[in-house]
């Protein structure tokens, strides 16, 4: 069964840093690309950042020059390095991958469970 499992979520004060991961576990041959998305309460889901197998990354206008998203394809993984956080940036943040090849086949659109981040002093 192939899971994605973010992790690093928690509370911070605004101007510190976060780090999210998202590991990729099960039989799995190949990703697409990955991305962090986030939705706060009362709001629609949004993207933060992608990047391609080939790391081609991109950023949504308001995390730009805050935010880093890297990748690890030896270890399956995905980043978020975040700075300067702002309260604004307080929401569930969820991790997907657009298409995996699996011993059961491709899979497409593949999200996380999420992870809570909270800026507020």
């Known amino acids: 069964q192939v899971q994605l499992v973010e992790s690093g979520g928690g509370l911070v004060q605004p101007g510190e840093s976060l780090r999210l991961s998202c590991a990729a576990s099960?039989?799995?041959?190949?990703?697409?690309?990955m991305g962090w998305y986030r939705q706060a309460p009362g709001k629609q889901r949004e993207l933060v950042a992608t990047?391609?197998?080939?790391?081609?990354?991109t950023y949504a206008d308001s995390v730009e020059g805050r935010f880093t998203i890297t990748r690890d394809n030896t270890k399956k993984t995905v980043y978020l390095q975040m700075n300067s956080l702002e309260p604004e940036d307080t929401a569930v943040y969820y991790c997907?991958?657009?298409?995996?090849?699996?011993?059961?086949?491709?899979?497409?659109?593949?999200w996380g469970q999420g992870t809570q981040v909270t800026v507020s002093s």
């Open positions: 990047i391609t197998n080939g790391g081609y990354k």
């Open positions: 997907n991958v657009d298409r995996l090849t699996t011993n059961r086949g491709p899979m497409f659109n593949h």
């Open positions: 099960g039989t799995i041959f190949t990703i697409g690309t």
